[in-house]
């Protein structure tokens, strides 16, 4: 249904004489991502101490922000290096469903993490029983699959549509607004589709987390602890700042009004939301978090007492 075999990204930046400082602090950000989610993700996953549903949640956040990264990355390098931004049309559009899988799941699993720090903060006592191994488990499953699903009813209508003859994407990476204009055919479906459904998810998780966010203040408030005040903000500081991060850029990026999009815009926000913030992520974690610092240190010390024996 379409003659389009291939589509061209305009890359990172139209200078190419700042090709090779962006390869360079790029591969610097890809380093660090990799090196720090790994960490955490081993981390959380192996210290008896942090077998916790908030650590669960997480090592299930440095897992995405792995491949979140990967998603789009490796295809700038290449542009970056060889000056070519072509993309086939099945990898285009496979790119675009890995983007959006792994985006919504994160927007779903900071909601989750806001009530789980709801739940440990104001029903303290039976925490234990409310947030389960069982039900930790069915939360990151669900929302796992509520991601791959919204993605892929993105993927499948937009192999729906007809691209004739402008295959020039707007953007470094094939994402749906980018790809939506360059199509021959009617996109209302589409467009109503990136409005009504990853909007819903944007806000909805959005008001969920300021909800939980909402009522643990109100209890805190209640006890009238200053000591308590410090410690809910101690605890909650990291979680706060990546929800800050997140739905700032994504609603940027999908909820501001098409007539006030630049691709300056556009290029700005998307390495922010893509490269940038899942760098800090393990850095927000490991800096503002003095049990994962503790663990780290004992996984230092564990690993140097190996090798003196």
């Known amino acids: 249904r379409t003659s ?19 390869f360079g602090l790029f591969l610097l950000l890809y380093i660090a991502n990799i090196g720090g989610n790994l960490v955490v993700a081993t981390v959380t996953l192996w210290d008896p101490h942090l077998q916790t549903p908030m650590y669960f949640f997480i090592g299930n956040l ?43 799941t994160e927007a779903m699993l900071l909601a ?4 789980d720090r709801y739940l440990a903060i104001c029903r303290p006592l039976r925490y234990p029983i409310l947030m389960s191994r069982q039900l930790r488990w069915t939360l990151a499953t669900s929302v796992w699959t509520a991601g ?13 549509l007809s691209f004739c003859q402008d295959n020039r994407v707007e953007h470094f990476f094939c ?45 805190v408030v209640a006890m009238r602890s200053a000591e308590g005040l410090r410690r809910t903000f101690s605890t909650c500081g990291a979680h706060l700042t990546v929800v800050a991060l997140h739905y700032g850029c994504a609603g940027a990026m999908y909820l501001r009004p098409h007539s006030e999009s630049s691709l300056e815009t556009d290029r ?3 390495v922010l939301y ?10 927000i974690y490991t800096l503002r978090n003095k049990e994962v610092k503790a663990a780290l240190r004992r996984a230092i010390s564990g690993n140097a007492r190996c090798q003196r024996g």
């Open 62 to 104: 440095a897992f995405i922000d792995i491949f979140y990264f990967s998603t789009t990355v490796p295809k700038m390098f290449m542009g970056l290096v060889s000056h070519s931004n072509h993309i086939p049309y099945a990898s285009c559009i496979s790119q675009m469903f890995f983007f959006h899988f792994l985006g919504s």
């Open 148 to 160: 791959f699903f919204h993605s892929l009813l993105h993927a499948v209508m937009m192999s729906r």
């Open 274 to 283: 893509t490269a940038v913030t899942p760098v800090l992520n393990p850095l």
């Open 112 to 115: 989750i993490m806001g009530y």
């Open 175 to 219: 994402d749906i607004s980018p790809l939506l204009a360059l199509s021959c055919s009617d996109t209302g479906i589409n467009q109503a589709l990136l409005l009504g459904v990853t909007g819903s998810i944007i806000m909805g998780c959005f008001a969920l987390t300021l909800m939980s966010y909402g009522l643990i203040l109100r209890a």
């Open 268 to 270: 700005a926000v998307t």
């Open 4 to 22: 389009v075999t291939e589509f061209i990204l305009i890359g990172v930046s139209d200078a190419r004489e700042l090709y090779g400082p962006l």
